[in-house]
Protein backbone atom coordinates (compact mmCIF):
# COMPACT_ATOMS: atom_id res chain seq x y z
CA UNK A 1 0.00 0.00 0.00
CA UNK A 2 2.76 2.27 1.18
CA UNK A 3 4.65 1.60 -2.57
CA UNK A 4 1.12 2.09 -4.01
CA UNK A 5 1.05 5.76 -2.23
CA UNK A 6 4.37 6.51 -3.29
CA UNK A 7 4.21 6.06 -6.87
CA UNK A 8 1.17 8.00 -7.33
CA UNK A 9 2.98 10.92 -5.80
CA UNK A 10 5.70 10.44 -8.22
CA UNK A 11 3.81 10.03 -11.35
CA UNK A 12 1.53 13.12 -9.83
CA UNK A 13 4.44 15.54 -9.23
CA UNK A 14 5.74 14.43 -13.13
CA UNK A 15 2.42 15.49 -14.67
CA UNK A 16 2.61 18.90 -12.92
CA UNK A 17 5.97 19.01 -13.93
CA UNK A 18 5.14 18.49 -17.27
CA UNK A 19 2.06 20.84 -17.59
CA UNK A 20 3.97 23.89 -15.72
CA UNK A 21 6.89 23.48 -18.82
CA UNK A 22 3.74 23.77 -20.98
CA UNK A 23 2.23 26.83 -19.50
CA UNK A 24 5.73 28.52 -19.68
CA UNK A 25 6.80 27.96 -23.33
CA UNK A 26 3.45 28.59 -24.34
CA UNK A 27 3.69 32.31 -22.45
CA UNK A 28 7.46 32.35 -23.54
CA UNK A 29 7.67 36.12 -24.86
CA UNK A 30 8.61 36.72 -28.40
CA UNK A 31 12.48 38.43 -28.18
CA UNK A 32 11.97 41.28 -30.53
CA UNK A 33 15.15 41.91 -33.38
CA UNK A 34 17.53 44.38 -31.85
CA UNK A 35 17.59 46.20 -35.79
CA UNK A 36 13.87 46.75 -35.07
CA UNK A 37 11.90 49.92 -34.91
CA UNK A 38 8.90 50.89 -34.01
CA UNK A 39 6.41 51.45 -37.04
CA UNK A 40 2.79 52.01 -35.42
CA UNK A 41 2.01 52.35 -31.90
CA UNK A 42 -1.78 53.26 -30.47
CA UNK A 43 -1.77 53.71 -26.80
CA UNK A 44 -5.20 55.49 -26.72
CA UNK A 45 -4.52 57.88 -23.90
CA UNK A 46 -6.57 60.45 -25.79
CA UNK A 47 -9.24 58.63 -26.93
CA UNK A 48 -12.66 58.92 -25.17
CA UNK A 49 -16.21 57.87 -26.24
CA UNK A 50 -17.38 55.51 -29.25
CA UNK A 51 -15.05 55.50 -32.59
CA UNK A 52 -15.33 54.08 -35.55
CA UNK A 53 -11.59 54.38 -37.29
CA UNK A 54 -8.65 54.57 -34.81
CA UNK A 55 -5.08 55.82 -36.38
CA UNK A 56 -2.26 55.38 -34.44
CA UNK A 57 -0.89 57.92 -31.88
CA UNK A 58 2.34 57.40 -33.20
CA UNK A 59 3.92 55.96 -36.24
CA UNK A 60 6.93 55.65 -38.24
CA UNK A 61 5.89 55.05 -41.29
CA UNK A 62 4.35 57.33 -44.38
CA UNK A 63 1.66 54.87 -44.69
CA UNK A 64 -2.03 55.20 -43.27
CA UNK A 65 -2.73 52.62 -40.25
CA UNK A 66 -5.91 52.38 -38.69
CA UNK A 67 -8.15 50.08 -36.24
CA UNK A 68 -11.89 49.69 -37.07
CA UNK A 69 -14.50 47.53 -35.90
CA UNK A 70 -15.79 45.89 -38.85
CA UNK A 71 -19.47 44.00 -39.02
CA UNK A 72 -23.20 43.92 -37.90
CA UNK A 73 -24.78 44.41 -34.58
CA UNK A 74 -24.77 46.62 -31.63
CA UNK A 75 -21.50 46.31 -30.68
CA UNK A 76 -18.79 49.15 -30.79
CA UNK A 77 -15.60 50.22 -29.58
CA UNK A 78 -14.82 53.37 -27.41
CA UNK A 79 -12.05 54.92 -25.13
CA UNK A 80 -12.42 54.74 -21.68
CA UNK A 81 -10.31 54.94 -18.58
CA UNK A 82 -7.91 52.37 -16.94
CA UNK A 83 -5.24 51.77 -19.01
CA UNK A 84 -2.50 49.81 -18.94
CA UNK A 85 1.80 50.11 -18.47
CA UNK A 86 2.11 46.54 -20.32
CA UNK A 87 3.90 47.24 -23.25
CA UNK A 88 3.52 51.29 -23.38
CA UNK A 89 6.12 52.97 -25.11
CA UNK A 90 8.42 56.35 -24.41
CA UNK A 91 7.11 56.06 -20.65
CA UNK A 92 3.71 56.56 -21.60
CA UNK A 93 1.16 56.69 -18.32
CA UNK A 94 -1.93 54.32 -17.74
CA UNK A 95 -4.28 56.65 -19.25
CA UNK A 96 -7.25 55.44 -21.37
CA UNK A 97 -7.74 52.00 -23.35
CA UNK A 98 -9.61 50.75 -26.15
CA UNK A 99 -13.25 48.99 -25.43
CA UNK A 100 -14.61 46.49 -27.86
CA UNK A 101 -17.65 45.97 -26.80
CA UNK A 102 -20.55 43.04 -26.92
CA UNK A 103 -22.28 41.73 -29.04
CA UNK A 104 -19.11 40.97 -30.67
CA UNK A 105 -19.87 37.47 -32.09
CA UNK A 106 -21.20 39.60 -35.43
CA UNK A 107 -18.41 41.76 -35.53
CA UNK A 108 -14.20 41.78 -36.25
CA UNK A 109 -11.69 44.01 -35.05
CA UNK A 110 -8.62 44.99 -38.28
CA UNK A 111 -5.78 46.65 -37.69
CA UNK A 112 -4.88 47.67 -40.82
CA UNK A 113 -0.88 47.72 -40.48
CA UNK A 114 1.04 48.70 -43.93
CA UNK A 115 4.29 46.94 -43.86
CA UNK A 116 6.29 48.96 -46.88
CA UNK A 117 9.87 49.43 -46.04
CA UNK A 118 9.59 47.03 -43.13
CA UNK A 119 10.04 43.10 -42.77
CA UNK A 120 10.03 40.82 -39.88
CA UNK A 121 7.09 42.32 -38.24
CA UNK A 122 5.83 41.60 -34.32
CA UNK A 123 2.21 42.94 -33.77
CA UNK A 124 1.95 43.07 -29.48
CA UNK A 125 -0.67 44.37 -27.41
CA UNK A 126 -1.78 44.25 -23.63
CA UNK A 127 -5.14 42.50 -23.29
CA UNK A 128 -7.91 41.71 -20.77
CA UNK A 129 -11.63 41.65 -20.31
CA UNK A 130 -14.48 42.47 -18.87
CA UNK A 131 -16.15 39.30 -16.64
CA UNK A 132 -19.00 39.22 -19.47
CA UNK A 133 -16.40 39.95 -22.05
CA UNK A 134 -15.51 37.83 -24.76
CA UNK A 135 -13.35 34.49 -23.80
CA UNK A 136 -12.03 33.79 -27.40
CA UNK A 137 -10.03 35.43 -29.78
CA UNK A 138 -8.95 33.78 -32.91
CA UNK A 139 -6.09 35.86 -35.38
CA UNK A 140 -5.52 35.77 -38.98
CA UNK A 141 -3.95 37.95 -41.02
CA UNK A 142 -4.49 39.23 -45.05
CA UNK A 143 -1.66 39.82 -47.64
CA UNK A 144 -3.88 40.53 -50.64
CA UNK A 145 -5.70 43.33 -48.61
CA UNK A 146 -9.11 40.75 -48.81
CA UNK A 147 -8.65 37.20 -47.85
CA UNK A 148 -7.57 36.40 -44.09
CA UNK A 149 -5.47 33.41 -43.36
CA UNK A 150 -3.84 31.98 -40.66
CA UNK A 151 -0.92 29.85 -42.06
CA UNK A 152 2.44 30.53 -39.93
CA UNK A 153 1.02 31.93 -37.29
CA UNK A 154 2.29 29.96 -33.75
CA UNK A 155 -0.39 31.51 -31.79
CA UNK A 156 -3.31 31.67 -33.95
CA UNK A 157 -6.28 31.95 -30.63
CA UNK A 158 -6.04 32.96 -27.20
CA UNK A 159 -7.97 33.85 -24.05
CA UNK A 160 -8.36 36.79 -22.07
CA UNK A 161 -8.52 36.85 -18.45
CA UNK A 162 -10.88 38.94 -16.91
CA UNK A 163 -9.15 42.37 -15.25
CA UNK A 164 -7.71 43.01 -13.50
CA UNK A 165 -5.22 40.31 -14.36
CA UNK A 166 -3.77 42.01 -18.05
CA UNK A 167 -1.54 40.07 -20.55
CA UNK A 168 1.07 41.00 -23.29
CA UNK A 169 -0.55 39.04 -26.25
CA UNK A 170 2.63 38.56 -29.10
CA UNK A 171 1.87 37.46 -32.56
CA UNK A 172 5.09 36.93 -34.69
CA UNK A 173 4.82 37.67 -38.59
CA UNK A 174 8.90 37.36 -39.04
CA UNK A 175 8.97 33.84 -40.31
CA UNK A 176 5.83 35.27 -43.14
CA UNK A 177 7.55 36.63 -46.22
CA UNK A 178 4.54 37.66 -47.55
CA UNK A 179 3.73 39.90 -44.36
CA UNK A 180 7.02 42.17 -45.50
CA UNK A 181 7.11 44.73 -47.13
CA UNK A 182 3.49 44.68 -48.24
CA UNK A 183 1.22 47.78 -48.58
CA UNK A 184 -1.96 45.11 -47.67
CA UNK A 185 -0.99 43.82 -44.36
CA UNK A 186 -3.94 43.69 -41.94
CA UNK A 187 -4.65 41.28 -38.69
CA UNK A 188 -8.41 40.62 -38.00
CA UNK A 189 -9.35 39.41 -34.33
CA UNK A 190 -12.47 37.82 -34.16
CA UNK A 191 -14.19 36.85 -31.02
CA UNK A 192 -15.48 33.88 -30.04
CA UNK A 193 -16.79 31.62 -26.91
CA UNK A 194 -20.58 31.98 -25.43
CA UNK A 195 -20.24 35.51 -23.58
CA UNK A 196 -19.47 36.92 -26.71
CA UNK A 197 -22.72 37.01 -28.13
CA UNK A 198 -23.85 39.04 -24.34
CA UNK A 199 -25.84 42.82 -24.80
CA UNK A 200 -22.73 43.82 -22.12
CA UNK A 201 -19.29 43.03 -21.47
CA UNK A 202 -16.18 43.75 -23.54
CA UNK A 203 -12.43 42.82 -24.13
CA UNK A 204 -9.74 45.46 -23.31
CA UNK A 205 -6.89 46.42 -25.44
CA UNK A 206 -4.35 48.87 -24.73
CA UNK A 207 0.17 49.95 -26.31
CA UNK A 208 -1.11 48.03 -29.54
CA UNK A 209 2.50 48.01 -31.55
CA UNK A 210 4.00 46.78 -34.41
CA UNK A 211 7.66 46.57 -34.73
CA UNK A 212 10.04 45.46 -38.18
CA UNK A 213 13.43 46.19 -39.64
CA UNK A 214 13.86 48.30 -41.83
CA UNK A 215 13.99 47.61 -45.57
CA UNK A 216 18.12 49.10 -46.70
Known sequence: MRNKFFLLTFISICIMSCTEDRIIEAN?????????????????????????????????????ASITYNGTGAGYMDGDTGGYTINARNNDPAENLLKVRNPSNTRNLVLSMPTTGYKKVVLQFALS??????????YSYTVDGVNFISTGLSKSSHNPTPDPV?????????????????????????????AAANPTGNNRFDNVTIEGIPLI
Open 129 to 138: RSNNGATIQN
Open 28 to 64: KPIVIDPASELVYYWNFNSLVGNATNIPPDFKTSSAT
Open 166 to 194: VELVSLDFSSIDAANNNPNFKVKIEFAGD
